[in-house]
């Protein structure tokens, strides 16, 4: 018996306790759990099963190494969310048969929906929904996987009116397609979904603008939804976009594809930087239309093209009448030890106060009161502020253009009238969607970007920057979007095409991430991930296209 019970058996060894467990072939991860001995309070909610993230789906023939993840993990509060958009789409489904429902913008921690039901969107519709939702989630409906020949569920999908995922699977070339069903409504999703519906505990659906807000727990404590905090100027920069893309015809990456197979990519990407450019241009005349101004201030979160940015700000200022002065915040460490730390003990060179704010609105200040001052210059090799030799002194059309993560802190520059100043915020706010129910996260975006320019630029490999990534995003939650309201301007860097070409630049590289690594399953995720896009050569791009600060050729130096 014992032979026997060891041949239809299958080991996991669970990276969660270290245990090793014998389970039937053909358990799956859901019911493989239980027999870990693990009590998650927020999870699982999806496992990563050798270095691949796996759905609790996910059914074991072969003996596995599993770690399971909760909500408060990147993967798992991906999973969660979906999960959550597949239950709204549902609850539409069931109250407004003729109607539809867009995934659309991340803000306000959450997500903007846009509900189409022929008419204003209420309150009563938003609680309606949010009823029905609830009794979708006491319900505990399983959700289940269908495969089917990618033919047949294009047929499924063309059936069901769902235009946005027809499109999507006809421009992917694939022969098989994996879609999902919830107690008989049928859908298409990138990533895993929880195993049943009862997993989700805590959601939020109110009305927001013109449409919905689908609120979600927060990651750091999963008990309570993500502070609900107004993006008025965030909001309306993707309302933007998708104006622009509605001037295109393209919202979604089917419909992206579809028109680079008729050959329009040359048009796609010429208009895309054509309208960057326009944007660009607008805010340089913005600050030209307001005489006190004397300083712009850029920032923005990692690979979010603030360098590009302040350096087409620039031309765009000049053509104003405008002399702007480039400053870089980088000069204004102070010495190492005098650095913060952070909670390991290392020293935290992302904190505010890695900066000497005394001496910044010092200068500053003497420079618009017309006095010459030597500007530092730090040596990160030793770590101390030098003095570089560098006198500097403004004429009366002279405006400084300071770029850093920093610059919409109102701390940084306390001591200076705000009527000098004009804040930009840059980001790379992807705004097309795979489909529309599936968006993209704009911090896949930045860190694609990120992992060519670290690979090509700084010697550190695409394991290295997906290792530091999680720290990057930290600081950035910490010190960069908490002020980006502050912004007089809000500069959107992403372009409609760009992760055509980035696929072909950054797939090489992700494909150097060993797969006995922990950052394999990122490095998976995103080759996955950019299977959707039809590649596109970054050879057709403009040399002061922004994308080129981060694949090279720049006709700007950096």
């Not at 609790?56 to 990147?74: C, G, M, Q, S, W």
Request: aromatic share 10%; hydrophobic share 35%.
């Amino acid at each position: 018996m014992a032979t026997e019970k060891k041949v239809n058996e299958v080991t996991l060894e669970c990276l969660n306790n270290g245990k090793s467990i014998e389970v039937p072939i053909g358990t799956s991860l859901e019911e493989a759990y239980a027999k870990t001995g693990l009590e998650m309070k927020h999870g699982p909610v999806v496992a990563r099963v050798n270095n691949k993230v796996e759905s609790l789906h996910y059914d074991l023939f072969r003996p596995k190494r599993v770690e399971y993840l909760d909500i408060t993990a990147p993967s798992g509060s991906r999973t969660y969310t979906r999960t959550l958009f597949f239950i709204l789409c549902k609850a539409v489904n069931d109250l407004y048969p003729k109607g539809s429902v867009v995934i659309d913008i991340p803000v306000s921690n959450g997500y903007y929906c846009n509900l189409k039901i022929g008419r204003k969107v209420t309150p009563d519709d938003a609680a309606a929904l949010r009823r029905r939702m609830q009794e979708i989630i006491d319900a505990d409906v399983p959700i289940e996987y269908h495969e089917a020949l990618t033919e047949d569920a294009i047929a499924l999908f063309r059936k069901l009116g769902a235009g946005s995922k027809v499109k999507l699977l006809e421009t992917l070339g694939r022969l098989y397609t994996t879609y999902c069903d919830l107690d008989g409504y049928v859908d298409y999703f990138y990533g895993a979904l929880l195993p049943s519906t009862g997993y989700i505990r805590l959601f939020g659906l109110e009305p927001y603008y013109d449409g919905l807000l689908l609120r979600i727990p927060s990651m750091k404590n999963p008990d309570v939804l993500g502070e609900m905090t107004r993006q008025d100027k965030m909001f309306e920069i993707f309302k933007e976009h998708h104006r622009w893309q509605n001037i295109m015809g393209i919202s979604t990456v089917g419909q992206f594809n579809a028109a680079v197979q008729m050959g329009y990519a040359g048009d796609i990407i010429n208009v895309s930087e054509a309208l960057q450019e326009k944007k660009i241009s607008r805010i340089a005349d913005m600050v030209a239309e307001r005489p006190g101004v004397r300083m712009v201030l850029i920032a923005g979160p990692s690979s979010s093209g603030k360098t590009t940015t302040c350096k087409r700000l620039s031309i765009q200022l000049v053509t104003n009448g405008i002399r702007p002065v480039q400053i870089s915040l980088d000069d204004y460490f102070v010495d190492r030890e005098c650095t913060p730390r952070d909670e390991k003990g290392e020293f935290d060179y992302e904190s505010l106060y890695a900066l000497n704010i005394e001496l910044i609105n010092k200068q500053f200040n003497a420079l618009f009161r017309g006095e010459e001052v030597e500007l530092p210059r730090y040596n990160f090799q030793t770590g101390r502020s030098e003095k570089s030799g560098k006198k500097l002194k403004l004429r009366p059309r002279d405006i400084l253009v300071v770029e850093g993560i920093h610059a919409l802190n109102p701390e940084l520059t306390a001591q200076i009238p705000e009527e000098q100043k004009f804040r930009v915020y840059a980001s790379a706010l992807t705004t097309i969607l795979l489909d529309t129910h599936n968006y993209i996260p704009t911090t896949d975006n930045r860190l694609l970007r990120r992992i060519i320019r670290d690979v090509k630029y700084r010697g550190c490999s695409a394991r290295d920057t997906i290792h530091r990534w999680p720290s990057v995003r930290a600081g950035e939650n910490k010190w960069i979007f908490p002020f980006q309201e502050n912004a007089d301007a809000m500069f959107n860097t992403a372009m409609i095409y760009e992760l055509a070409v980035i696929r072909t630049q950054a797939e090489p590289a992700l494909e150097q991430v060993p797969e006995n690594c922990e950052e394999y399953a990122e490095a998976y995720r995103l080759r996955k991930f950019l299977k959707y896009f039809k590649p596109l050569p970054f050879d057709s791009l403009p040399p002061t296209s922004l994308l080129r600060e981060f694949l090279g050729g720049s006709s700007f130096n950096y």
